[in-house]
């Protein structure tokens, strides 16, 4: 341990020795070599492996605005608009209905990750205009997917909050990216990321120089499938109890169906999301994108008259 700079401090037990490490693991070298040695059973990091989006350094709850709406604090936000940006007609329309029902910021891909490369890859740079004419309209904030560093500049210039999808969540340059912009950052988890990996890679944000960081649920990986993820509603008190950063709840990519929306979102509340991050278009089943799982404006007003009662209770506006 010495060699390899700690300090080592003895404590010997009936039937085991343990010998604490004390120094910074960011200066030296890693000490879980040391399992390869026959005396050594176990090698346990005592520290959290993640420092700045931890609440261990930061009690109280990070709020974080965004053209004066505070997400973080007593109102719940709500994010909603199309899983894509297809047409004037579409943005904007959907604008003013979810406007009108209460969601303070417009969701939608400019630039789209689909799986396979012959679906719809997003309007790009065209969709970004939309988007601006569409808060220019509206007033409403903007959210949008950065997928690729080269475009980093380009999404920033337009967005108030640059989304980093679950396919790209463990992709440490365009967080870097990300973060250099100063834009607020919406890290989604991953398809298959425990929380400890999604806490740490929200920490490549803070650690460089970003403050302003969601984590947002969008559903797991699992053998399940009535659903298209699995979403996993206990990184709510989890997130809570480990970070002081924001916590929001996509139950659009969560379920892949929209009549399980109104559901979700109620649990998302009762249980504390500090934001929901819902898929709406005016007619889901012409969509470009997901529209099995989009709701329409008619479902998203009763979505937000029917979340009213579970928005009080859970003490919040
Ligand atoms: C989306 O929000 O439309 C999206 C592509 O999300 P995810 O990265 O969570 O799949
Ligand atoms: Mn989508």
């Not at 988007?131 to 080269?150: M, P, Q, V, W, Y």
Request: hydrophobic share 40%; with cysteine; net charge positive.
């Amino acid at each position: 341990m010495k060699k390899l700079g700690y300090k080592p401090h003895v404590i010997r037990g009936v039937e085991r020795t343990v010998i604490g490490a004390i120094g910074d693991e960011r200066t030296h070298q890693s000490l879980e070599t040391l399992t390869t040695w026959p005396q050594v059973e176990k090698v346990m990091p005592v520290q959290k492996r993640y420092k700045l989006v931890s609440r261990e350094g930061h009690r109280s709850n990070s709020t974080i605005d965004v053209r004066g709406n505070t997400i973080g604090g007593k109102k719940l936000q709500v994010m909603a608009g199309p899983c894509s940006v297809e047409s004037e007609i579409q943005l904007l329309t959907t604008a003013e209905a979810v406007k009108k029902s209460g969601a303070t910021i417009l969701r939608g891909g400019a630039f789209k990750p689909p799986t396979s490369p012959y679906e719809f890859q997003g309007l790009g740079a065209k969709g970004l205009k939309l988007l601006a004419k569409a808060r220019r309209e509206t007033g409403l904030a903007i959210i949008t997917e950065l997928l690729s560093e080269d475009h980093a500049e380009l999404v920033a210039e337009y967005t108030d909050i640059i989304q980093i999808g679950a396919r790209n969540a463990q992709n440490f340059q365009l967080l870097i990216a990300a973060a250099r912009t100063g834009k607020p950052v919406l890290l989604k988890r991953g398809l298959s990321m425990k929380i400890e990996e999604w806490l740490l890679a929200g920490e490549y944000v803070l650690a460089h120089g970003n403050p302003n960081l969601f984590f947002c649920e969008r559903g797991i990986r699992t053998f399940e499938t009535y659903t298209r993820n699995t979403l996993d509603l206990s990184t709510i008190p989890i997130i809570k109890q480990e970070s002081h950063c924001p916590i929001v709840i996509d139950p659009s990519q969560g379920a892949g169906r929209s009549d399980l929306v109104i559901a979700l979102c109620k649990g998302a509340v009762a249980m504390g999301a500090d934001a929901l991050l819902i898929e709406v278009h005016p007619s889901p089943c012409e969509a470009w994108s997901d529209g099995a799982q989009q709701v329409t404006l008619e479902g998203f007003a009763r979505l937000m008259e029917e979340l009213k009662p579970f928005i009080a209770a859970a003490g919040r506006e």
